[in-house]
């Protein structure tokens, strides 16, 4: 059965840090990138990072290059996504996602195959 599960969302200041966490199971985490979306309250959700299975090649959103780290650790299937000098902006409901194919790009919603519940991520100013 296909399942992720993410964790670690909560309440944080504005400049404070965050780590979220998807456990997946192997089968899902066998599949050809692990990422990660947002969605904010009225808008559409969007890309935020992704890591490939292949060779760890790593994928950011413009919006939290050089704030955000995806990482991913095989032994635990799990995918991480450590948030520093986070922003109001930043508060959305954080999704974790598995694409099995790979035939599409990596910035789209629609090229997932498997979702979790997800994560609520509230930053206060």
């Known amino acids: 059965q296909v399942q992720l599960v993410e964790s670690g969302g909560g309440l944080v200041q504005h400049g404070g840090s965050l780590t979220l966490s998807c456990e997946a199971s192997?089968?899902?985490?066998?599949?050809?990138?692990m990422g990660w979306f947002r969605q904010a309250p009225g808008k559409e959700r969007e890309f935020v990072a992704a890591i490939r299975r292949t060779d760890g090649r790593i994928y950011y959103a413009n919006s939290v290059r050089g704030r955000f780290t995806i990482s991913r650790d095989n032994t635990k299937n799990t995918v991480y996504l450590q948030m520093n000098s986070l922003k109001p902006e930043d508060t959305a409901v954080y999704y974790c996602?598995?694409?099995?194919?790979?035939?599409?790009?990596?910035?789209?919603?629609?090229?997932?195959?498997?979702w979790g519940q997800g994560t609520q991520v509230t930053v206060s100013s």
């Open positions: 996602a598995a694409d099995s194919s790979g035939l599409s790009s990596t910035y789209y919603d629609r090229s997932y195959d498997y």
């Open positions: 192997e089968r899902t985490f066998s599949t050809y990138r």
